[in-house]
């Protein structure tokens, strides 16, 4: 409505009046009174009804015109532009709005065609289609450009509405209008082009990101709506092979993940819910993918689609599983462990607290990690028991320093015993933690307390063993040849028994201490060392003196240990004991060849008797005397010798049997008795004797009487076994000799043959059998020297060259 | 096949009663034979050798058989045993120990130096004579003897 347009004054009302009654046909003069009072009655009524007509006009008009103000404003001050335009396009109306919009004012607008207004670019299609549009402007949106003195065009959006607005008169035709909304789409375009570069740049984004973006829609069937370029890079399949494929994503999953897809299925998707799979890629390889769908419903809440981007997490994948594979590593190896582990934080107080223990430290302990966690050792065990534990960690804390220490603790888990390490560790320039290790030791101390005890048992037994004992060392020469021995340990009784003190011999060789060592004790103690397996022996060592039994063994390689005891003393008695037995046994020996001898020498003389006599008996039947007398002279011949060898025999028993009293005597005398004893049997002969004897005779000891029979015997051999020789010489002498007296008998006769000298002193031995005596002389010397503890032996180079005659009588304290 | 010619016996004894005694025993035996004696084992090596006065064939004949006892001075009889049977000219005789001794180590002895046969003396006169009898029969009348070797 323009605004120049206003209610009619009622001046020109009345001339409209005026000229429509002149118009119309009907005069007054026809009327009848009654039609004119009639008439001057509606008129006045028709007065009235006008002047209430007009007031009400008048409020009427007023509310019009108020109405019209207002719908003015409003038609003015709407947002949307409006223009009315007639068919051809002629602007009627049009608001300030749009005046404002192409920065134009109202008369410059109206009554111009409306393709004045619009751009050049879309007019000629404006044209083409204003027609159809004025027609059927129903749903009908048009875009298009309006010029604009500054912006040189802008973008307007026409909304078209046909108005046939109310006729001024019933005479008009009906007019129809064309209500034009017209909207500025310069904002909205603006905002299309942000969102269209927005688009871009988020399209970009997706197109560029390396993570793959798809949206997957299910109606009317599944496909792939859209699949980010990423995919090729991600799985290897292009986005128009999923295209191609709308199944390609099941297939990408591996199999054992598909149940996970599964459950999400029916369980529903929760927006924002992360799903990591495993994919497949076209080259085979495996990766991970971590999915985020977003389901889309259409109005309905029916599922029609599915949004979601999918990122290679395979690093991260690989990177967790690593990161969970070495948290169980961890987790293993801390839990794992049979020591205790415990791990402490020191807060910047200094105070400390348990954080974490092990399975080892719980079990050991008894102590739940719920139990510790975040306490005290004081608030955990106690004052008494906690200080001492803080005491400890102090300890590691102040010197910086692992400690180790050994403590025995009472807890719920037993009473035990610990080898405890702490190790500082430092965070942020401070000692933040300390980790603890406690190795359970209980058992140990008890076998360790028990190996003590053992070895104090062992050292005691060390210590007080009668054997002697020595741990050595061997050394060995280039060769591998034993060579020495080096002392490494060696107990008591070892002192005692060698006489050699632990210091002088512990670090010494063998043949530093004893230069001269026998080289057989060498050589055994090198076979048990190299592992020849344990000897047992004894053996004679000169430089000591000693004789010793040793056990030997080896109780490491390259080493022997030696058990030895002193067996000299036995050794001695044994030796004695040996000698004791082989006297007997000679004496045995003797015995029996006395025995034999004896019965032998007493048979002979029978044979020739018993032999005889028969020849005798025979003789005399013969009548033969002579015969006979000779015969009974050899039977009474044979009989003496059997006298004088029973004499004999009991002679010789007689001197072990009967002793004299001994006593201290010079053997000079005995000797000047035997041989005036001799001379007698010497002039008897006729023969002349040369004695020789020593001067200085010694004092003997021993039976006065025996020692006579001795010297008379020696000298009657030398006599009789002078021989032919012109000049027999008979020496008597002596000799001294350790613990002994050496006496001699020499004659210069005619000696005896070298096998001949061990028998002579045997009983009823006689060399020359022609020879006076019965062979018992020399066995009585024998006998009687035995006796008396000393020896006889003979001395002679052979035959013709005379004997010596020796016999020994021991030294006592008096002689 | 019986020999005719006397037995040749060397007794080797050094008592000289029994050499007496078995000298009349071996002049009784019917069978001839010439008997002869030694003192020891020196006379009888040298006997058997033809050293010395031995060297008289007649009179000391180089024996059949040695009556040989053991206990001799000088040389004892496993010596002269030992040199009999050692010796390539001597020891093909027949030895007969006869000796008082019964003892097992002699006899061993005597046997292992090849002893042809070991007699012991008996105590016994009688018995004594049965074993030389027996001696005169078996050895001088049965055994058969070999010649001497060459010299």
Same mark, same amino acid.
Do not use: I, T
């Given at each position: 409505m323009t605004e120049n347009k206003q209610l009619s004054s009622s001046e020109s009302l009345r001339q409209q009046a005026l000229a429509r009654l002149s118009d119309? #046909? +009907? =005069?007054? =003069?026809?009327?009848s009174h009654e039609q004119i009072l009639k008439l001057a009655h509606e008129l006045q009524v028709h007065q009235i009804e006008l002047e209430l007509q007009n007031e009400e006009l008048k409020s009427t008009t007023a509310e019009l015109e108020r109405a019209q103000l207002l719908f003015s404003t409003i038609f003015n001050r709407s947002p949307t532009g409006y223009l009315l335009l007639d068919e051809q396009g002629i602007v009627q109306e049009a608001n300030l709005t749009f005046c404002n919009l192409i920065k134009s004012s109202l008369d410059q607008v109206?009554? /111009? !065609?409306v393709q004045t207004f619009i751009d050049d670019a879309d007019r000629p299609a404006f044209l083409s289609r204003y027609r159809a549009l004025f027609r059927q402007p129903k749903d009908k949106l048009i875009e298009l450009r309006l010029k604009h003195p500054q912006k040189g065009f802008i973008w307007v959006r026409l909304q078209a509405e046909r108005l046939s607005p !109310? /006729? +001024?008169?019933?005479?008009? %035709?009906?007019t129809e209008w064309l209500l034009l909304a017209v909207v500025d789409l310069t904002a909205q375009k603006a905002a299309e082009q942000a969102l269209r570069l927005s688009e871009q740049r988020y399209r970009n984004l997706i197109e560029n990101s390396r993570d793959l973006v798809y949206r997957i829609s299910f +109606?009317? *069937? *599944?496909?792939?709506e859209y699949v980010s370029p990423s995919a090729t890079a991600i799985t290897g399949y292009t986005p128009e092979e999923h295209y191609a494929d709308p199944y390609l994503g099941y297939k990408l999953i591996h199999p054992e993940d598909l149940p996970l897809l599964q459950k999400i299925a029916t369980e529903g998707i929760k927006p924002d819910q992360k799903l990591v799979l495993r994919w497949r890629r076209k080259d085979g390889r495996l990766i991970w993918m971590e999915q985020q769908n977003t389901p889309i419903f259409d109005a309905q809440g029916n599922l029609i689609a599915l949004e979601g981007f999918a990122q290679d997490v395979t690093e991260r994948k690989e990177a967790e599983l690593a990161l969970q594979n070495l948290l169980q590593e961890y987790d293993v190896l801390f839990n794992g462990v049979q020591d205790a582990v415990f791990l402490i934080e020191v807060d910047e107080a200094g105070e400390f607290r348990y954080l974490r223990t092990n399975l080892a430290h719980q079990k050991k302990t008894g102590i739940s990690l719920e139990m510790i966690q975040g306490k005290t050792p004081i608030e955990l065990v106690g004052e008494e028991l906690g200080s001492v534990l803080c005491a400890n960690y102090q300890r590691c804390l102040d010197s910086g320093q692992p400690v180790t220490y050994e403590e025995t603790l009472d807890l719920p888990g037993g009473r035990r015993t610990w080898s405890t390490t702490l190790t500082p560790v430092w965070r942020e320039g401070r000692i933040k933690y300390i980790v603890g290790a406690a190795t359970d030791i209980t058992e140990q101390k008890a076998a360790l307390e028990t190996i003590h005890l053992s070895k104090q048992r062992y050292r005691t037994l060390f210590a007080n063993m009668v054997e002697g004992f020595a741990l050595n060392e061997m050394i060995w020469d280039d060769n591998g040849q034993p060579i020495d021995y080096r002392f490494l340990e060696v107990n008591p009784a070892f002192e005692k028994l060698t006489g050699l003190k632990a210091e002088q011999v512990i670090g010494k060789t063998a043949r530093q201490l004893v !230069?001269?060592?026998? #080289?057989h004790w060498i050589e055994r103690y090198g076979e048990v060392a190299a592992g020849g397996g344990e000897q047992v022996f004894e053996e004679y060592t000169q430089e000591l003196g000693k004789w010793y039994e040793v056990r030997a063994f080896c109780p490491k390689p390259g080493y022997f240990a030696a058990v030895f005891i002193d067996v000299t003393q036995r050794k001695r008695l044994e030796a004695e004991r040996e000698q004791l037995i082989q006297d007997l046994q000679r004496k045995n020996a003797e015995l029996g060849q006395f025995t034999y001898t004896v019965s032998h020498d007493l048979k002979s003389p029978l044979i020739t008797i018993l032999g005889f006599l028969a020849f005798v008996e025979q003789s005399l039947d013969q009548g033969d005397l002579a015969q006979a007398k000779a015969d009974l002279q050899r039977i009474r011949f044979a009989a003496e010798k059997m006298q004088a060898l029973l004499e004999g025999l009991l002679e010789l028993s007689r001197i072990g049997r009967v002793a004299n009293a001994p006593s201290c005597f010079p053997i000079g005398e005995v000797v000047m008795e035997a041989v005036q004893l001799l001379f007698g049997n010497i002039q008897h002969q006729g023969r002349t004797v040369d004695f020789e004897i020593a001067p200085g005779l010694p004092l003997v000891y021993g039976d006065r009487a025996r020692l006579l029979q001795v010297m008379q015997n020696l000298l009657d051999n030398a006599l009789k076994y002078? &021989?032919?020789?012109p000049n027999p010489r008979i020496e008597i002498g002596w000799r001294d000799a350790p613990d002994e007296i050496h006496l001699f008998v020499r004659d210069n006769g005619i000696g005896i043959e070298a096998e001949q000298q061990e028998k002579i002193?045997?009983?009823?031995? /006689?060399?020359? %059998?022609? #020879? *006076?005596?019965?062979?018992v002389g020399l066995a009585l010397v024998k006998r009687i020297i035995e006796v008396h503890g000393g020896r006889v032996w003979v001395e002679s180079e &052979?035959?013709?060259k005379g004997s010596t005659f020796w016999f020994s009588l021991p030294k006592t304290h008096q002689t | 096949m019986r020999s005719q010619e006397p037995i040749k016996i060397l007794l080797v004894e050094d008592n000289p009663d029994h050499a007496e005694l078995l000298r009349r025993l071996f002049e009784s035996y019917l069978v001839k034979n010439i008997f002869c004696h030694v003192e020891d084992g020196e006379q009888a090596i040298a006997y058997l050798n033809r050293q010395?006065?031995?060297?008289?064939d007649l009179r000391y004949p180089y024996p059949n058989i040695i009556l040989l006892d053991?206990?001799?001075?000088?040389?004892d009889g496993f010596q002269v045993l030992e040199h009999i049977k050692t010796s390539s000219r001597h020891r093909h005789l027949v030895v007969v120990i006869l000796t008082s001794s019964r003892e097992e180590r002699d006899i061993q002895r005597a046997y292992q130096a090849y002893a042809n046969s070991y007699l012991v003396k008996p105590l016994n006169p009688n018995e004594m004579m049965d074993v030389l009898r027996h001696l005169g029969l078996y050895w001088l009348k049965w055994n058969v003897y070999a010649s001497p070797v060459p010299n």
């Open positions: 119309s #046909a +009907v =005069s007054l =003069s026809e009327l109206l009554g /111009k !065609p !109310p /006729k +001024v008169n019933e005479h008009e %035709p009906q +109606v009317p *069937q *599944q496909h792939f !230069p001269r060592l026998e #080289a002078m &021989g032919e020789q002193f045997g009983l009823f031995e /006689k060399l020359d %059998p022609r #020879a *006076q005596g019965y062979g &052979g035959e013709g | 010395g006065k031995y060297a008289d053991l206990r001799l001075p000088k040389v």
